[in-house]
């Protein structure tokens, strides 16, 4: 799974917003300034996320975006899909051959697979909420590899075979 740079940012964003202490905000400028984004990307993204219900902003001197909802209660799944809508209808839209669309819209064998596969991101996904990203690389990469033991279904059947 290729993760964009929408994604990547915005959830990057919705994690400087989970860092703040109560009654903190941070502006358009200084979201921009701490991921290194442009002020215009900023916005974009924390449109999206504002109308989604994830952050609520507030206009004046003291303004700024803060999270709608607590942290444990957002998990990376919903907000992939906000910043990412058309994510498996786009992989048949993405043909590279010599034709105007793949000639294997109608009878795909590999779309199921792709598909599977992206219902087993989603999942693990759902796992994970904002509040787990909060803290250092290691403790959260602790926290991923339990959820990778915790969500072991598919092993290959010919395993160490050659």
Not at 20 to 31: A, F, I, Y
Not at 91 to 109: A, P, Q, R
Not at 122 to 144: D, K, Y
Request: proline fraction near 3%; aromatic fraction near 4%.
């Amino acid at each position: 799974m290729k993760i964009s740079a929408q994604e990547e940012y915005g959830l990057r964003c919705l994690v400087q917003l989970a860092n703040l202490r109560e009654g903190e905000s941070l502006t358009l400028p200084q979201m921009a300034e701490l991921e290194g984004i442009s002020p215009a990307n900023a916005g974009k993204l924390m449109w999206l996320l504002n109308k989604a219900g994830f952050v609520h902003s507030t206009r004046g001197t003291k303004g700024g975006y803060v999270l709608a909802r607590p942290a444990n209660e957002i998990h990376l799944n919903e907000v992939i899909k906000v910043l990412d809508k058309e994510v498996l209808s786009k992989h048949c839209e993405s043909y590279t051959g010599i034709l105007e669309s793949c000639v294997h819209k109608g009878d795909c064998g590999i779309r199921p697979v792709i598909v599977g596969l992206h219902e087993i991101v989603e999942h693990a996904l759902s796992q994970i909420s904002l509040a787990q990203l909060v803290g250092t690389e290691s403790s959260v990469g602790e926290m991923f590899h339990q959820i990778r033991g915790i969500h072991r279904t598919i092993e290959p059947q010919n395993a160490g075979r050659n």
